[in-house]
């Protein structure tokens, strides 16, 4: 429906940070250049624009996007819709078309393969029941229930239609089997009462099991639109016309010496092969989400909930954060929570992607969807519904096989433009056949326009790339690897350059102390000061130190006077005495004896890329601390595999040189930079961009975001800021680096099966176009049956499909 035959045109756009008069001007500038709007007025007190237009799908959309890129924000809402109905690429073409001519609408994309429509609009000026209104009126069911039960719903819809196909195909099959056998048996064929017992035969499989295709071309051509509905409808519907024709007027031919042949098993058969077509299609289309429904499949019904001294079982959506809830043997874990009593061992590979359970004591976290072992444990909810990290999983899952591929959208191009194509392809072939077909010119051009609308396929087209990105994605997901778009799935397997952030990504991200080595005879009574000096620090080490002392129960001493000095250390003062806990120069600085034993020891530490820290009183050094960040036991190996790949990797890192150099040589890589700044970062990979290379970054903090964003492919460990995942593209949920070759491969072979899906859907239509309109017929007399192109168009969807759930089961 397009939006200039509406008869409001006057709009009001609201604006959430329009605040002072200087504003208007830089509004006024950005609505002045948009030809669209008609007439525009500034509200300051209410913050809106009063819009009016012809095309205020287009005017709006320009108008959001312009100012957006100026900084002013706007109540925007995106979501994603289950759309139903759909037959074909070309209706997700022309659906996602009358969407975007929505006024409000800002973005739309639909996706065949999964029917989602992901949608991002602005809801003062449109709602999602418009939007179903809009798309209803051309055959489409936008599901706009967004209850924790839609899921359901849709799934019931979708049984419900499959149920629906079967029983069409069942039905239409039993009338053209015995509709085939006359057709094909001459001495049937040509009895007197063969014409009228085919006719009989055929009305039921046309009008009514193959209702679907004409009430969908009726609504296409409403909407001045075409899809594979209109391509069966009009093929099928002509070839029975046709046949009627000539029963009832059989001397119409005879006088032309040209015999009246029927096409009722033609038109029967082409809609029972559809249908079967349909009905396999939508199988293998279930299948591609498997993923999806294994994740949704974690979480329990019912939990049992601790009140008081009471136990009480209650539904999951009854949850409400606060609640202490009980966790059994064998239970799936139902919402996100913290442990407050207690203690098993989790399963977490669904969601980390990590086989080996972890262990859950006072404190740890535990999430949705995870699987308790053999201990029980309370844990007090922290997260529920669609705030979990299963439920956040899935929503993005969801969101990324929506999303379209670079490659999808010359796809969708040519899908737009191919059924009207095919019309002009059978309409031209029908004509060459009345002019040079000689005395059977019109019965040869009438089979090869019916056969060349049948065996047209747009479905084999449209279902090449998404299904193959629905799979990989899905495949990513059950890895640990969670892919936020198609496209960055695409960009992947570009990949030349790895830059790793050391810190949390290479190494553990948590420093440990590895050695205390004592100097001091009394180093029992030393130990109690060292720890509650400690206990006191605010930096990030001592933690480290408190960690290693907390399972020995060191009383705490509290009548202890602290002093911090800022990128120092620390002192402490017990009864008259000052002790120092720091590094090297704060020892030199207070005039504290370091022997040559403290020394030699310092150095052979230092070699090893450990930081060390000095505890001493006001004239000796009582004990000297290692503390090291270690390397992922499976770095290495990841590190290796991504070189084996053919790709360069780089390690940054703000740590010092000494330690930088350490980890690149026990790790194997080339290219390192130390002591460098968040910006330096961003210096490094624009650097080698500007080489021509595909950047692949890789961190886990808050100073490794911006660089993320500055990357072709941004890749987050799923233990770090929740800032870095937010911006990163990829988000590897257990921090495994070995997950990084994986995503590699995984892009390298949808990539591959996308290219395999669109040659064979090309090759498919660029081949059977052709035969079906007669050109091998000058060659060796071959005329192909529209029935035999029936079977071939149901057979090329499936096979694509088939090809794309093949990368299930590839390594």
Same mark, same amino acid.
């Given at each position: ?56 799908? !287009? ?10 890129? =100026? ?11 289950? #759309? ?59 599901? +706009? ?28 099959? +039993? ?36 209702? /679907? ?27 029975? $016309? ?19 042949? !029927? ?39 019912? &939990? ?6 009471? /136990? ?6 009854? !949850? ?6 009980? &966790? ?6 139902? &919402? ?19 086989? $080996? ?39 993005? !899952? ?33 004509? #060459? ?30 279902? @090449?790339?998404?299904? @193959? ?35 949390? *990504? +290479? ?57 911090? =000095? ?82 360069? &990797? ?51 903090? +808050? ?27 990829? *988000? ?5 680096? =070995? ?9 390298? /072979? ?62």
């Amino acid at each position: 429906m397009n939006s200039s035959t509406k008869n409001k045109s006057i709009y009001y756009i609201p604006l959430e940070n329009l605040t002072k008069k200087s504003d208007l001007s830089k509004i006024e500038n950005v609505l002045d250049s948009i030809k669209e709007i008609d007439s525009y007025n500034l509200e300051l007190n209410s913050q809106k624009i009063k819009l009016s237009s012809k095309y205020p799908d !287009v005017a709006i959309s320009k108008a959001v996007s312009d100012l957006t890129e =100026l900084g002013y924000k706007f109540p925007i809402v995106k979501n994603n819709f289950p #759309l139903m109905n759909m037959s074909c690429a070309s209706c997700a073409n022309s659906s996602q078309n009358i969407l975007k001519m929505q006024p409000g609408v800002l973005s739309a994309n639909v996706n065949f393969a999964n029917e989602t429509a992901y949608i991002e609009y602005i809801p003062s000026l449109i709602t999602p029941q418009s939007l179903k209104e809009s798309l209803n009126e051309a055959g489409y069911n936008l599901i +706009i229930d967004q209850n924790e039960d839609s899921q359901n719903s849709v799934e019931a819809i979708q049984k419900s239609h499959y149920e629906s196909l079967k029983k069409k195909t069942i039905g239409a099959m +039993i009338f053209s089997i015995p509709l085939l056998i006359i057709g094909m048996i001459p001495s049937l064929m040509y009895k007197s009462w063969s014409n009228y017992v085919m006719w009989l035969l055929a009305t039921p499989v046309v009008f009514i099991f193959g209702k /679907q295709f004409f009430k969908g071309a009726y609504n296409q051509a409403k909407h001045h639109t075409a899809n594979m509905d209109t391509l069966v409808a009009v093929s099928t519907g002509t070839a029975y $016309i046709f046949s009627i024709f000539n029963i009832l007027f059989p001397s119409f031919w005879l006088s032309h010496g040209l015999k009246p042949h !029927v096409y009722f098993e033609a038109s029967a058969v082409v809609i029972t092969f559809v249908l079967l077509g349909k009905i396999l299609e939508e199988k293998a289309k279930g299948n591609t989400s498997s993923a999806i429904k294994k994740l949704m499949g974690l979480q329990p019904k019912t &939990v049992v909930i601790i009140n008081g001294t009471n /136990q009480e079982e209650i539904p999951i959506k009854s !949850v409400t954060p606060g609640m202490i809830i009980l &966790v059994k043997p064998g239970e799936k874990i139902a &919402v996100d929570g913290t442990v407050i009593s207690g203690n098993s061992f989790v399963d977490e590979s669904m969601i980390s992607g990590e086989p $080996i359970p972890v262990e859950k004591e006072k404190g740890a976290n535990v999430y949705a969807g995870t699987i308790n072992q053999k201990g029980s444990f309370q844990f007090c909810a922290d997260k529920v519904g669609k705030d979990t990290l299963l439920s956040q999983i899935i929503t993005t !899952v969801q969101e990324a096989q929506g999303s379209k591929a670079p490659v999808q959208k010359l796809v969708d191009k040519i899908a737009g433009i191919f059924v009207p194509a095919v019309f002009i392809i059978a309409v031209f072939s029908f004509l #060459l056949w009345i002019l040079f077909g000689g005395n059977q010119g019109f019965i040869f051009g009438f089979q090869s326009f019916v056969t060349v609308l049948v065996i047209a396929c747009p479905c084999a087209l449209g279902l @090449a790339t998404p299904t @193959a990105i629905m799979v990989g994605i899905g495949k990513g997901a059950e890895k640990g690897i969670l892919i936020k778009d198609a496209e960055s799935l695409e960009v992947t397997k570009n990949i030349t350059s790895v830059v790793l952030d050391k810190t949390g *990504t +290479i190494t553990e991200g948590k420093p440990l102390v590895e050695e205390i080595k004592w100097f001091s005879s009394d180093y029992e009574e030393k130990k109690q000061l060292l720890y509650s000096i400690e206990r006191s620090s605010e930096h990030p080490l001592a933690g480290a130190i408190i960690h290693f002392f907390d399972k020995e129960n060191i009383p705490f001493i509290s009548d202890m006077e602290i002093h911090n =000095l800022s990128g120092k250390g620390i002192i402490g003062i017990y009864k008259n005495q000052k002790y120092f806990i720091g590094n090297y120069s704060l020892l030199k600085n207070n005039n504290i004896y370091i022997s040559d034993e403290v020394k030699s020891w310092i150095n052979t530490k230092l070699e090893l890329s450990t930081t060390v820290i000095l505890f001493a009183d006001e004239k000796n050094v009582l004990a000297a601390i290692s503390i090291s960040d270690k390397i992922k036991s499976t770095s290495e190996k990841a590190i290796k595999e991504i070189k084996n790949l053919g790709i360069e &990797v780089h390690m940054l890192t703000g740590d010092n040189n000494a330690t930088a150099n350490y980890v690149a040589k026990d790790t194997g890589i080339n290219f390192y930079k130390a002591e460098v700044s968040p910006q330096d970062k961003i210096e490094y990979i624009k650097e080698l961009q500007r080489k021509s290379k595909i950047v692949a970054m890789v961190g886990d903090g +808050i100073n490794d975001s911006a660089a993320l964003a500055q990357a072709d492919v941004s890749i987050a460990m799923g233990r770090g800021s929740d800032i870095a995942i937010e911006v990163a593209k990829m *988000t590897i949920i257990s921090g495994d680096l =070995l997950k990084v070759p994986e995503a590699i491969k995984l892009s390298k /072979q949808t990539v591959k099966t996308i290219k395999q899906n669109l040659f064979w859907a090309f090759i498919y239509n660029i081949i059977g176009i052709p035969i079906a309109a007669g050109i091998l017929y000058p060659i060796n007399g071959f005329l192909l049956n529209p029935m035999i192109a029936g079977a071939a168009m149901a057979l090329s969807s499936v096979s694509v499909v088939s090809n794309s759930l093949l990368l299930k089961f590839r390594n």
